[in-house]
């Protein structure tokens, strides 16, 4: 299969007022890319924009191919104005629901897309086949341009702008002003099924979302399956996606769909506004003048996440195998941290105390190249960056204690990498630091899937909580939500050469 991407602005308008933004061929959210289980797909990037850009196909493992992966200065250069690549798209173990993306400073906001990866020919779904497919991709919305609110990110490190509103298929739906005309309305038949096909392509939002008397059964995540589980909400993190079937079960009206934010950091400002769609009944009758919308956890319901997250399981059916890894070679702890930079001499800082954001694991704030980093590997350019990323912190502190020394708030600046043997087995226990405050983490594994094998809170405990992991039936996934103030553990197998870890929350 053959594709054409012309990456170039074009004029959108949303709450009340318009303004030029990136999109693909045009369109925003961009279009669906569509393949079977097994199938290469080629994509011819045309940049027609102002900057730099790449596209990164997110969850898909690329194996041995990674020139096409994506991130910028990571595994490839990015494609400048004028200038042109055809990527490479691999479809090998996927099979459900992805996303692809930009992968060069903030253009991600708009230039987001869902790809859908069928069972191959002869195969079938492991839950009756739905009577429609419908990507539902959740998203945010800057009335300012976008690279303003990321320039002033830039000059004075402080927080983001929040955004002006949430959206559900690129619309902010009735509660915002303007609006309420372009809500995205889903037309059900009473009786069918429908595969929705969510994706969180929010910039660094955790998301809860529900229809309104109508439980969700979730049959896969990441594009790998699970055992069904029922429930009247979803939590998805940035850069997820949840495959839930909506059964049009109920009293033909017109029922809501809503996200909102889940946040439950102490300092961080948020987006508190709700998105909506509509799930409108074919028929006649009578409708609601005003459909009533469903009940959402509270917004920074931590125990409400993370049951969900921590209900999920893999299918592991005979045809659905997983293969966890149990003879565990390298184990790596790493913290994760929110940090701050003093401000330097004339320089305006609106981070705490006048300083600047930072993040960093295990103490390193991730210095981008100007050099692709896979490139200088293959080449054996010296100097773009060192392999000593440590598998330990370099200091071992209460991470999670509200009252953390302030000089422990200053990270290393490094372009380090860790550099794995082929086919070695790998657990990363990725631990949240209460540093600056502390926030939920979405973490991103490029090139692979892993086994979500343990979630905790609190300080990891090295010889107790092992022995609660599940290495049954865990979930797997591409990117894990390490809880606010605590701990995930993943396992996977380093068998696709070429791959990174992607720590940005970016990602």
Same mark, same amino acid.
């Given at each position: 299969m053959h594709a054409s991407a012309q990456v170039k602005e074009a004029s959108y308008t949303r709450?009340? /007022?318009?303004?030029?933004?990136? $999109? %693909?061929? =045009?369109?925003?959210?961009?279009?669906?890319?569509? #393949?079977?289980?097994?199938?290469?797909?080629?994509?011819?990037?045309?940049?027609?924009?102002?900057?730099?850009?790449?596209?990164?196909?997110?969850?898909?493992?690329?194996?041995?191919?990674?020139?096409?992966?994506?991130?910028?200065?990571?595994?490839?250069?990015?494609?400048?104005?004028?200038?042109?690549?055809?990527?490479?798209?691999?479809?090998?173990?996927?099979?459900?629901?992805?996303?692809?993306?930009?992968? /060069?400073?903030?253009?991600?906001? $708009? %230039?987001? =897309?869902?790809?859908?990866?069928?069972?191959?020919? #002869?195969?079938?779904?492991?839950?009756?086949?739905?009577?429609?497919?419908?990507?539902?991709?959740?998203?945010?919305?800057w009335k300012e341009d976008i690279t303003k609110v990321l320039q002033r990110l830039h000059d004075t490190g402080g927080d983001p702008n929040i955004s002006d509103a949430f959206t559900i298929n690129g619309q902010p739906g009735d509660l915002y002003p303007c609006s309420k005309q372009g809500t995205f309305k889903l037309t059900v038949e009473r009786g069918k099924t429908y595969l929705l096909r969510l994706i969180n392509a929010a910039m660094n939002t955790i998301l809860f979302f529900s229809i309104k008397k109508h439980n969700l059964t979730v049959v896969g995540v990441d594009a790998t399956y699970t055992k069904p589980l029922s429930s009247d909400y979803v939590v998805i993190a940035p850069g997820q996606t949840v495959d839930a079937l909506l059964s049009a079960n109920q009293v033909p009206d017109r029922y809501y769909m809503v996200a909102r934010v889940y946040s439950s950091g102490t300092n961080p400002r948020f987006d508190n506004t709700t998105t909506t769609a509509i799930v409108q009944y074919r028929g006649k009758y009578t409708s609601s003048s005003f459909p009533s919308l469903p009940s959402l956890p509270l917004y920074n319901d931590t125990n409400a996440a993370f049951s969900f997250l921590g209900s999920l399981r893999s299918l592991a059916d005979k045809y659905h195998p997983i293969d966890v890894p149990l003879d565990i070679r390298n184990r790596i702890l790493t913290t994760v941290s929110v940090n701050t930079f003093p401000c330097q001499h004339n320089e305006t800082c609106a981070g705490p105390n006048r300083t600047r954001f930072a993040a960093s694991m295990n103490n390193i704030s991730f210095v981008s190249p100007s050099t692709a980093l896979l490139q200088a590997y293959y080449q054996h350019t010296k100097g773009v960056y060192g392999d000593d990323f440590p598998d330990m912190p370099p200091f071992l502190f209460n991470f999670t204690d509200k009252f953390l020394p302030l000089d422990l708030q200053t990270p290393k600046q490094?372009?380090?990498?860790?550099?794995?043997?082929?086919?070695?087995?790998?657990?990363?226990?990725?631990?949240?630091?209460?540093?600056?405050?502390?926030?939920?983490?979405?973490?991103?594994?490029?090139?692979?899937?892993?086994?979500?094998?343990?979630?905790?809170?609190?300080?990891?405990?090295?010889?107790?909580?092992?022995?609660?992991?599940?290495?049954?039936?865990?979930?797997?996934?591409n990117t894990v939500s390490v809880p606010i103030n605590g701990w995930a553990t993943v396992r996977f197998k380093a068998d696709n050469p070429g791959k990174l870890l992607d720590h940005s929350p970016l990602s």
């Open positions: 709450l009340c /007022s318009t303004k030029k933004i990136l $999109t %693909v061929n =045009g369109q925003f959210p961009g279009p669906t890319i569509e #393949g079977q289980y097994g199938e290469t797909v080629y994509v011819n990037v045309y940049n027609q924009g102002k900057q730099n850009i790449t596209i990164h196909w997110h969850g898909v493992q690329q194996p041995r191919f990674p020139w096409s992966d994506g991130p910028e200065y990571i595994t490839q250069c990015p494609i400048k104005p004028g200038g042109r690549f055809r990527q490479k798209i691999i479809f090998s173990t996927e099979e459900g629901t992805l996303w692809w993306h930009a992968h /060069s400073d903030w253009s991600r906001a $708009t %230039v987001y =897309g869902a790809m859908i990866i069928h069972p191959k020919v #002869g195969s079938r779904y492991h839950f009756p086949k739905p009577d429609a497919d419908v990507p539902i991709i959740l998203g945010e919305w490094g372009t380090e990498v860790m550099v794995l043997e082929y086919n070695t087995t790998v657990e990363i226990v990725l631990q949240g630091t209460a540093l600056v405050g502390g926030i939920d983490h979405p973490i991103h594994l490029h090139g692979y899937n892993f086994y979500i094998v343990g979630y905790g809170f609190g300080n990891f405990d090295i010889y107790k909580d092992p022995l609660k992991y599940n290495l049954k039936d865990p979930p797997l996934r």
